[in-house]
């Protein structure tokens, strides 16, 4: 019978724990809360257009692309940062130019074994480099647009992101942070 009693309270604070996550998240104006509602019930269909998903680290960059109806690097800038460039050698290796660079642009710092000036395209484009940190800045590269833009409502905010990113709990049934950020995506 104790062990009952412990599973119900785990049960409870469990409980006590996802609501103010579910709170924080759902944080953004009604159609944030409503999103999030709809992406945890598993109905993705925004039948009201309340929510959108947002794009993923490939549609970010891809040069030739559309990012919210618009070409991807005029994306970046209604987003409030610079794409840059990417040269790719017949080999796969590339190298970037310019564009707007990971930590003296955005909350977020480079994966240790790389330069303080990684660009953000080659984080996002580069899947070697950090699955975490390339998720976590293609969010916030959404999340940035959705502020931004008034045809665009994606699921978080850029602190809800940064929040999430730095270790903050994720939103029940979710225990991995790459996936729920995949999931708020297209």
Known sequence: MGQDVDLGRRKLAKAGV????LMTLASKPVFGAQCLLQMMSG???????SCSLGWSSDDWCNEGGTVNSVPT?????D??????TKNCQDNGNCTYHGGSQVEKDTPFSHPAQHAANISILEVITDPAIDQELRHCLTAYLNASLSEKVTNFNYILTKSQVFDLCSGGALPLPYTSLTIFLGDTWS
């Open 18 to 21: 996802a609501a103010p996550v």
């Open 43 to 49: 109905n993705t269909s925004q039948q009201d257009g």
């Open 73 to 77: 690097s005029d994306a970046w800038s």
């Open 79 to 84: 987003a409030g940062f610079t794409m840059g």
